[in-house]
């Protein structure tokens, strides 16, 4: 059986890359299955544990770095870690499913570089930080300071778009829909 493909999704945080994965899960028009990363940050009102991500105390977190356990791993925010696991890869390739990775712009870049060919990498961008702020004021599941951190990372994360295969503005959502599905449906396809 064939291996699957890494699939990359990278973007400011509240740019709408949980919106539009989940979208793309839901239609099922591309198979792919997303890899759940781990992270030491608290888990936001419904999310949930080895769903969204495998909430990791600091030191259960330290002790999966020492294990060799993450194909990487990133300190996103101060103190705030988040990687994807080996093992998630391993198992979603092996059974043959493509696997689709929501991670920041740093890892992003990371994982294209250790994938090549394999792997397809996709920046989303917002339509300005001014609209991206108001859409992590409008979800509401962070605190007004955490939201200033995620809008004065934006910036930096933006500077990153050049260094990924496919850019897509999140403006219209539907359209950033159907132009991602379009990208990874010649992606899997090849
Ligand atoms: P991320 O996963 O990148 O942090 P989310 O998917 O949680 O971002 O989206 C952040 C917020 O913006 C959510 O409340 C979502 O409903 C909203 N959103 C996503 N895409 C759009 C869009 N094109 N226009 C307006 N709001 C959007
Ligand atoms: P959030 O706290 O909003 O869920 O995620 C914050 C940031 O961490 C986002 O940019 C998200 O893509 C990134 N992230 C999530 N999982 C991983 C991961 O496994 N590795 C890296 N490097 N970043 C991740």
Redesign the pocket.
């Known amino acids: 059986m064939a291996k699957g493909k890494v699939i990359i999704i ?1 973007a400011p ?1 509240g740019c709408g ?1 949980s919106t539009i994965i989940n979208a793309l899960l839901n239609r099922g028009e591309v198979d792919m299955r997303f890899s759940v ?1 781990a ?1 030491n ?1 608290q888990p936001r009102e419904g999310e949930k544990h080895g769903v969204n991500y495998y909430f990791l105390t600091d030191e259960e977190f330290r002790k999966a770095i020492s294990a060799d356990e993450f194909v ?3 300190e ?1 925010y101060p103190g705030r870690y ?3 696991l080996k093992s998630e890869i391993a198992r979603i390739v092996d059974e043959g499913h493509n696997v689709v990775l ?3 712009v ?2 992003g870049v990371n994982v294209k570089r250790m994938y090549g060919h394999e792997a397809v990498s996709i920046f989303i961008k917002p339509p300005s930080v001014e609209a991206l702020r108001l859409r992590l004021e409008g979800r509401g599941t962070e605190t007004a300071e955490a939201i200033d951190q995620r809008v004065a990372r934006a910036e930096f994360e933006i500077s990153y778009a050049p260094q990924f295969d496919h850019t897509v503005v999140n403006d219209d959502l539907m359209e950033a829909i159907d132009n991602v599905s379009r990208i990874l449906k010649e992606f899997t396809g090849r």
């Open positions: 990278s945080s890359k990363s992270t940050r990487e791993y990133e996103v988040y990687g994807t929501d991670i920041d740093k890892g």
